[in-house]
């Protein structure tokens, strides 16, 4: 059962010096969340057969990203890369990677990261899975290969669902359902000295800019700013026992503990 | 800094980074203390090409630059110094010579497993009477036929307990003064080949550094390396990519004592506010932040003339003794910052401090190293 697999990724901020976002290859990295991703990707490719293809939509600096999925044995990159796409907010980058994706159809599984480090909206699968009219699994923790498709357990709530799932379909991967393999020295030589990003513009998925970037997008950032996080001690009176108590039943208040 | 970096020197240190925060960092303490030599992590350290970095990809290794081999000692030693020693002395002083002067036969016979990390390469070249005065050796490998019988004593032998594939610094011509020093390869197995005791040392206690002796150890002649009477030359060139190595491993654990000293001054409140708001404290900061970017700067500097072909003497010889006294200066002003809880075990600066020491005695002395740069510097 070969299966062809594309994984979705995004090129993080992860430095903003002087507090100005400027995206390039000493500021962002491949999105933490999206490497478990890639090792439920590439481990139902080693057992499964097939390929795993990675795409991510950026400017061109996001192509390292891609290179680093590339190291972690991923066997094509594709950055979807073009000025139009700038400002482009969750419904707009979602269109851009359905278009992409129907261009590599035929395909059987589409995953995502359940977030991003760097916004964490947790939209854009969803909403990429609505637009290629396919079914969708969020945050799923364990996946299994069956003879019809997929058998998916999902925890979200407190509660475990399984799912059974036919191809093609779209999952967002919860971040702790494997541990990412490491990256070593030859794949990352390997990936840096032979493998090339292919780089996409809109003309080639057959978008006009009305329908990405700023003008696609419903949505605005009206403004940034950082929230300042205010952290308080208190020492609670009262013996050992005592405080155990106050401090259970502020838990239980705030609703830390149910 | 990261202007001198390459994309994919950034990759290899985020790589080796996340590897050492999972699988090394809640390790360190532990066997720093007990003095044990990590096995199952540094079998994945082999696996991912840790031991082979600039070895070529056709022998094994990764087939990367010098800079990839820096960033690696570097990120292992911010870590866990005595691991970081055990990579710089594999390759800049073990496999290293066997590349640069090495046939080869010698060459597919022996790098391949220690590429990828399944052996384990030592520099044997110190004895009881002879270290820095390394013409002063005693040790003697003489012609038998097709073979050579080596007795030699050798002392403070990095990775020396477990250790495969060791160079061993030998005279071929007793007569010939310095010139009749060689240098042959002998393998653990071989008859004769004791591993003598693990040293009990203050600081790099993960590393199995012990004596090493061969009583009529009989090794082919295929076994040398070079030709008989190159063993100093071979030495001294395998020293200025291990000297490059020991500054590496000096700037991790300066980088890592400056980074605890940091956080510790933001959390310490001594007279109602973060000490990190005193005067004194932010001077220390101050200067541990100047001298280790000093310190980086002469290490890749090091690492770039290597790269590139150029002579590196040198550099590599200023670059360790300049990293190497940083090391210990910064790790004395960690503790300082850290005042009674950095002098115990409770906070990791303790161990920064006790491993830095010995990089300015190992691979050559501070004092050797002036006398290295000078000699360069006057032309004698």
């Known amino acids: 059962m070969d299966l062809n697999i594309i994984v979705c990724v995004k090129s993080v901020v992860v430095d903003a010096p002087e507090g100005r976002v400027v995206r390039s290859t000493e500021s962002c990295e491949l999105n933490p969340f999206d490497r478990p991703v890639l090792e439920v990707a590439l481990h139902l490719g080693e057992v499964c057969g097939g390929a795993v293809t990675a795409i991510s939509m950026g400017p061109e600096a996001s192509a390292l990203a891609l290179t680093e999925t590339m190291a972690m044995g991923v066997g094509r990159g594709i950055l979807i890369s073009d000025p139009a796409l700038a400002g482009s907010d969750t419904l707009a980058t979602a269109t851009a990677l359905a278009a992409a994706i129907k261009k590599l159809a035929p395909f059987d599984l589409v995953l995502f990261g359940t977030r991003t480090a760097d916004s964490d909206t947790g939209q854009v699968g969803p909403q990429t899975a609505v637009l290629l009219n396919l079914p969708l699994v969020t945050w799923a923790h364990s996946i299994e290969p069956v003879t019809s498709g997929l058998h998916i357990e999902r925890r979200a709530d407190g509660f475990q669902e399984k799912f059974e799932l036919s191809f093609p379909a779209v999952l967002t991967v919860h971040p702790g359902s494997v541990q990412p393999r490491d990256v070593g020295l030859h794949g990352i030589e390997l990936a840096f000295a032979e493998s090339k990003v292919e780089s996409w513009s809109l003309k080639k998925l057959g978008l006009s800019p009305e329908q990405v970037g700023e003008q696609g997008s419903p949505t605005r950032v009206l403004s940034l700013k950082r929230i300042k996080k205010e952290r308080k001690c208190e020492f609670l009176p009262g013996s050992a026992e005592e405080q155990a108590a106050e401090l259970v039943r502020r838990f239980v208040d705030t609703g830390m503990v149910v | ?380």
Not at chain 2, 111 to 127: D, M, N, Q, T, W
Not at chain 2, 249 to 278: S, T
Request: with cysteine; hydrophobic share 40%; net charge positive.
């Open chain 2, 1 to 380: 800094m990261d202007v001198f970096l390459s994309e994919k020197n950034r990759a290899v240190r985020r790589s080796v980074r996340t590897f050492c925060k999972r699988e090394l960092m809640p390790i360190a303490k532990d066997i720093d203390q007990e003095a044990r030599f990590p096995w199952e992590v540094v079998e994945k350290m082999g696996k991912l090409g840790y031991f082979g970095v600039q070895i070529p990809k056709k022998l094994g290794g990764a087939g990367m630059d010098a800079m990839s081999f820096i960033i690696v000692i570097e990120e292992i030693s911010r870590v866990c110094a005595g691991l970081g020693l055990c990579l710089s002395v594999h390759y800049g002083v073990g496999v290293y010579p066997l590349m640069a002067f090495g046939s080869e036969e010698q060459k597919k016979k022996w790098v391949p497993p220690l590429a990828r990390g399944e052996k384990i390469g030592a520099f044997c070249l110190s004895e009881p009477n002879a270290g820095t005065d390394a013409g002063g050796i005693e040790a003697t490998a003489i012609r038998d036929g097709e073979h050579y019988i080596i007795n030699a004593n050798k002392v403070f032998v990095t990775n020396g307990g477990v250790a495969d594939f060791c160079l061993i610094f030998a005279r071929t011509n007793p007569e010939a003064g310095r010139k009749g020093i060689s240098v042959l390869v002998a393998e653990r197995g071989t008859p004769g080949f004791v591993v003598g005791d693990l040293e009990d040392l203050c600081g790099m206690r993960a590393n199995p550094v012990s004596s090493i002796r061969l009583y009529d150890c009989r090794v082919p002649v295929e076994n040398l390396i070079g030709k008989e009477g190159m063993g100093l030359q071979i030495g001294l060139r395998a020293l200025d990519t291990g000297r490059m190595g020991i500054a590496a491993q000096a700037l991790g654990i300066a980088q890592a004592a400056f980074e605890e000293a940091v956080r510790y001054a933001k959390e310490r409140h001594q007279f109602g506010v973060a000490i990190a708001k005193h005067q004194a404290v932010q001077m220390m900061i101050a200067d541990m932040a100047t001298q280790i970017d000093a310190a980086r700067l002469m290490v890749y500097r090091a690492a770039l003339l290597s790269h590139q072909g150029k002579p590196f003497s040198q550099a590599s010889a200023m670059a360790k003794l300049f990293a190497s006294e940083t090391a210990c200066k910064v790790t004395d002003m960690a503790v300082q910052i850290h005042g009674g809880y950095g002098y115990s075990k409770s906070y990791p600066v303790e161990r920064y401090y006790r491993d830095a020491r010995v990089t300015r005695i190992y691979e050559g002395t501070s004092e050797i190293q002036r006398i290295v740069i000078s000699r360069g510097v006057l032309g004698m």
